[in-house]
């Protein structure tokens, strides 16, 4: 599996210090701009996949 992941799926590596150094900066301030990822809910209908990612559903 490790020789999968560092032969096959690493496609990219990229250096983002600068950008990392930027959000820090950004954090300091008021995080009028800051960059953060757009994060979606995944909703899983299907039982099956549900059990197999070891979903449990939530009740109110």
Same mark, same amino acid.
């Given at each position: 599996? *490790?020789?999968?992941?560092?032969?096959?799926? %690493?496609?990219? %590596?990229?250096?983002?210090?600068?950008?990392?150094?930027?959000?820090?900066?950004? %954090?300091?301030?008021?995080?009028?701009? *800051?960059?953060?990822?757009?994060?979606?809910?995944?909703?899983?209908?299907?039982?099956?996949?549900?059990?197999?990612?070891?979903?449990?559903?939530?009740?109110?």
């Amino acid at each position: 599996m *490790l020789g999968a992941y560092a032969k096959n799926w %690493i496609v990219n %590596i990229e250096d983002i210090s600068d950008f990392v150094r930027k959000q820090r900066q950004n %954090i300091k301030s008021d995080c009028a701009e *800051l960059i953060t990822a757009r994060e979606t809910v995944y909703s899983v209908f299907n039982s099956e996949m549900q059990q197999k990612l070891r979903l449990s559903a939530w009740t109110e």
